[in-house]
């Protein structure tokens, strides 16, 4: 182990530096925050004397003795304090991990990537690492996604690896080498916002399984698709924190939310289902948006931004033959209908299976 000199490092937009006194403050909100609490081990409580702890003693300590080089990630201009990072020594020789955490006013605006990029090119350059590894809680999409945007590649799970709050539990690892280029590793790119002024489709998120749950649980829903019966708050925060970064993150489905462009109100879904390098789009509308065309927009929406930014050859559309307001959506969204398939599909919650009409979109001429 050796010394090293605690060093600030400007990269664009953000400046990193060592913590200092005065930093207690912004501590004490990030550790209060539940997505912080939720994902990490940081104490709970977090006092103040926490903070003064870390600054005082904990963080140069780590600088002095060469295992735990950590810096506040501050914006360039005002030098507000942003987030967290941390490059420390592992186990083996050559091999660093890092570690991150955000404020929540500072999400979304790829601040966790950005530094985490620029403390592994400090790290390869200056501390001639010859790997730099992540790791996070299985579940922990957010710090993921930061690292994918970073370059890191995801390398498997580690089962019952990561001390958590007491318990032993499954983790990520990802890696990080000299020669890779820090690109976005994901397999499927990101999704800003898509909007016709009508509807808008977005990821979905953890604060939309309330609606989920309500939306679920109408008997027409549950008559055309394989959702649970009863449909809980369980089951619906089971799908958005779940099925659907897991699915997006193996590049099997891209699942998103309809919400009205103008209020935000949760009004759909409508996904994308890839394989064999096509796409089947699907949708489902909320009792209370019914008759107002969401279903219509939104596949249109998402089956364009497939052909567009998947380079998808064909997207399909199956509906129920017996179910005439999809098949009228599916028209009415431009797809073609080509025929019926039979007994293609398992009925919802039987054993019987149903005769399907296919539609399908190309991609203009």
Same mark, same amino acid.
């Given at each position: 182990?050796?010394?090293? $000199?605690?060093?600030?490092?400007? /990269?664009?937009?953000?400046?990193?530096?060592?913590?200092?006194?005065?930093?207690?403050?912004?501590?004490?909100?990030?550790?209060?925050?539940? $997505?912080?609490?939720?994902w990490t081990s940081v104490p709970q409580p977090y006092l103040r004397s926490d903070a003064e702890t870390w600054v005082g003693r =904990?963080?140069?300590?780590?600088?002095?003795?060469?295992t735990s080089l950590s810096w506040a990630v501050c914006d360039s201009t005002t030098a507000q304090v942003l987030a967290g990072v941390?490059? !420390?020594?592992?186990?083996?020789?050559?091999?660093?991990?890092?570690?991150?955490? %955000?404020?929540?006013?500072?999400?979304?605006?790829?601040?966790?990537? $950005?530094?985490?990029?620029?403390? %592994?090119?400090?790290?390869?350059?200056?501390?001639?690492?010859?790997?730099?590894?992540?790791?996070?809680?299985?579940?922990?999409?957010?710090?993921?996604?930061? *690292?994918?945007?970073?370059?890191? !590649?995801?390398?498997?799970?580690?089962?019952?690896?990561?001390?958590?709050?007491?318990?032993?539990?499954?983790?990520?690892? /990802?890696?990080?080498?000299?020669?890779?280029?820090?690109?976005?590793?994901?397999?499927?790119?990101?999704?800003?916002?898509?909007?016709?002024?009508?509807?808008?489709?977005?990821?979905?998120?953890?604060?939309?399984?309330?609606?989920?749950?309500?939306? %679920?649980?109408?008997?027409?829903? *549950?008559?055309?698709?394989?959702?649970?019966?009863?449909?809980?708050?369980?089951?619906?925060?089971?799908?958005?924190?779940?099925?659907?970064?897991?699915?997006?993150?193996?590049?099997?489905?891209?699942?998103?939310?309809? =919400?009205?462009?103008? =209020?935000?109100?949760?009004?759909?879904?409508?996904?994308?289902?890839?394989?064999?390098?096509?796409?089947?789009?699907?949708?489902?509308?909320?009792?209370?948006?019914?008759?107002?065309?969401? *279903?219509?927009?939104?596949? &249109?929406?998402?089956?364009?931004?497939?052909?567009?930014?998947?380079?998808?050859? !064909?997207?399909?559309?199956?509906?129920?033959?017996?179910?005439?307001?999809?098949?009228?959506?599916?028209?009415?969204?431009?797809?073609?209908?080509?025929?019926?398939?039979?007994?293609?599909?398992? *009925?919802?919650?039987?054993?019987? &299976?149903?005769?399907?009409?296919?539609?399908?979109?190309?991609?203009?001429?």
């Open positions: 182990m050796v010394r090293v $000199e605690p060093v600030d490092i400007t /990269a664009g937009r953000l400046h990193l530096r060592a913590w200092t006194a005065g930093d207690e403050p912004v501590l004490v909100e990030a550790a209060a925050d539940p $997505e912080t609490q939720r =904990t963080a140069p300590a780590g600088w002095a003795d060469g941390v490059v !420390r020594l592992g186990a083996d020789p050559g091999v660093w991990d890092v570690g991150s955490w %955000c404020l929540p006013s500072a999400r979304g605006q790829g601040v966790v990537p $950005e530094a985490l990029a620029t403390v %592994c090119r400090w790290a390869f350059a200056v501390l001639e690492a010859e790997r730099v590894e992540w790791r996070a809680q299985v579940g922990d999409w957010a710090s993921r996604r930061a *690292a994918e945007k970073a370059g890191f !590649r995801v390398e498997g799970v580690l089962r019952g690896a990561m001390a958590h709050r007491g318990a032993l539990v499954d983790g990520w690892i /990802a890696g990080l080498l000299p020669g890779d280029p820090q690109t976005d590793t994901a397999v499927l790119p990101g999704y800003p916002d898509r909007t016709d002024g009508v509807v808008t489709l977005r990821r979905w998120r953890s604060s939309d399984a309330a609606d989920v749950a309500r939306a %679920c649980s109408d008997h027409e829903t *549950a008559r055309w698709l394989p959702v649970p019966v009863p449909y809980t708050l369980e089951a619906a925060a089971g799908y958005v924190e779940g099925i659907v970064p897991t699915e997006w993150a193996a590049g099997t489905a891209a699942n998103v939310a309809v =919400t009205d462009a103008t =209020t935000g109100e949760l009004l759909g879904a409508v996904g994308l289902t890839l394989r064999s390098g096509l796409g089947e789009v699907g949708y489902w509308t909320a009792p209370w948006a019914r008759r107002r065309g969401v *279903a219509t927009r939104a596949a &249109r929406l998402h089956a364009a931004w497939g052909l567009e930014e998947l380079s998808l050859p !064909r997207v399909e559309l199956l509906a129920d033959v017996g179910n005439t307001a999809s098949q009228r959506v599916a028209e009415q969204a431009g797809f073609t209908r080509e025929g019926v398939l039979r007994a293609v599909r398992p *009925a919802p919650r039987s054993t019987d &299976r149903v005769d399907m009409v296919l539609f399908a979109l190309l991609p203009p001429r």
